[in-house]
């Protein structure tokens, strides 16, 4: 896959110093010195804060803006997201556990993701966050755990809604899917739940992730809550929750652009503003994981060894695939393309070599650029990968080779 555009220049977001990339204000060199090794991811948490202030002032002020733990559940990173957003959105009870140990009270904090085995719902029940039921089957078992404990569970519906969101690099709802229970169910479920003795909060309606059109995005909001006003009839009692889910996206590769939050905001705002009538108790919520922290982090790995094979030049690092599958093109991608990655502490030098970054792994797999114009760059050197604080260390197989692990710095 060839990339048109200079790869070299350093994403915006981040500065440049004596050559050095510069990351919490500090030169890349001397982060390396103070993590103690390569590699190791990095998070700049004034870029992290900067991002949910710009996205507040884009969206409706009413709407509650929740961190997916998923995207990135290094336990700093939660705590500093629970300091500025309204609430934390887990998928197991390990994220729970991680969720718990914040400020951010159980009310605020929800639980979504198939197959949730009994003991991590009676844990979600005891602890008092709101489950997001995937199942009829679950919701049963969750009215036992209920009568068991002596505590009603909050509970949300999570819909599998008949659209999907369009233009989506992962579509979790439409068609047949094991997320959440398909729309045309979920008037029944809302009649047992009638009979159960559980606390019903709302509806929970997450269709896709990494999204860059702000039309597919409103399109499926103002779809998400038309349904749930259509819904209101059927409920046990009226809505309290509305999580109308995320997915937006942000750009990785050559011709992406950001997604325009802004119309994105001024549309949900009119939306909302029609919620409030026929919805009043509904608060409104969004459900955010990549776009709160993935450009805020970068994967930094050191070369060690530089070599020449029929005329191509291989840059092989201490770091790979184990630590950063998505870098490697396989978390999700259809077809491989580079993530930008520039040469750390050689920013502000022409690109003259077209190199391929690997890691040490015994397959070609791991590779994390793929004939990529970059500065000369030689054994010793940091190679940085950028886009890289969501879905990089715990997204990846980091037992496979035995290798050394990486380290996460919040900075
Ligand atoms: C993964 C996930 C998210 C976060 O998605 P992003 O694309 O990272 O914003 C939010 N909600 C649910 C239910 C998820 O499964």
Do not use: W
Not at 101 to 124: C, F, V, W, Y
Not at 148 to 173: D, Q, V, W
Not at 373 to 399: C, K, W
């Amino acid at each position: 896959m060839k990339n048109s555009a200079p790869q070299h220049v350093p994403m915006s977001q981040f500065g440049t110093r004596n050559n050095n990339l510069v990351i919490g204000g500090i030169e890349l060199p001397q982060v390396v010195e103070r993590v103690g090794q390569t590699p190791f991811y990095a998070y700049d948490r004034k870029l992290i804060t900067q991002r949910v202030t710009d996205l507040r002032n884009a969206m409706p002020e009413e709407l509650k803006i929740h961190y997916a733990m998923k995207a990135n559940p290094m336990p700093a990173v939660v705590q500093h997201m629970a300091a500025i957003t309204d609430g934390l959105d887990v998928a197991s009870a390990g994220e729970m556990k991680v969720a718990l140990d914040t400020p951010i009270p159980a009310g605020n904090i929800s639980m979504a993701g198939p197959g949730k085995r009994p003991g991590e719902l009676r844990q979600a029940v005891a602890a008092g966050i709101t489950i997001n039921v995937e199942s009829a089957n679950e919701l049963e078992e969750l009215a036992n755990q209920s009568e068991h404990l002596g505590i009603t569970a909050n509970i949300a519906i999570r819909i599998n809604p008949a659209f999907e969101l369009k233009s989506s690099g992962m579509k979790m709802g439409g068609g047949p899917k094991q997320f959440g229970i398909d729309e045309e169910q979920v008037p029944n479920v809302l009649n047992r739940i009638k009979e159960l003795n559980l606390n019903f909060k709302g509806f929970h309606i997450f269709s896709g992730s990494q999204n860059l059109k702000a039309d597919s995005i409103i399109d499926a909001q103002e779809k998400s809550i038309a349904l749930a006003i259509q819904l209101t009839d059927d409920c046990p009692s009226p809505i309290q929750k509305l999580n109308i889910g995320g997915g937006y996206g942000i750009p990785y590769f050559p011709g992406e652009t950001h997604l325009d939050v802004g119309r994105v905001g001024d549309t949900l705002a009119i939306r909302m503003q029609e919620a409030k009538e026929k919805i009043p108790t509904a608060e409104i919520i969004i459900e955010l994981g990549r776009y709160l922290v993935g450009e805020a982090g970068i994967y930094v790995t050191q070369i060690i060894d530089k070599k020449t094979s029929r005329g191509q030049v291989f840059l092989v690092c201490d770091g790979g695939l184990h630590h950063h599958l998505a870098a490697s093109g396989n978390f999700g991608q259809v077809i491989r393309k580079n993530y930008p990655a520039a040469i750390a502490n050689k920013m502000d030098l022409k690109t003259t070599e077209k190199t391929n970054i690997v890691g040490p792994l015994c397959t070609p797999l791991d590779t994390l650029s793929d004939k990529m114009d970059l500065p000369e760059a030689e054994v010793g050197d940091f190679v940085v990968i950028f886009q890289s604080g969501a879905y990089g260390f715990t997204a990846s197989p980091i037992a496979f080779l035995t290798q050394p692990n990486a380290q996460e710095i919040l900075i």
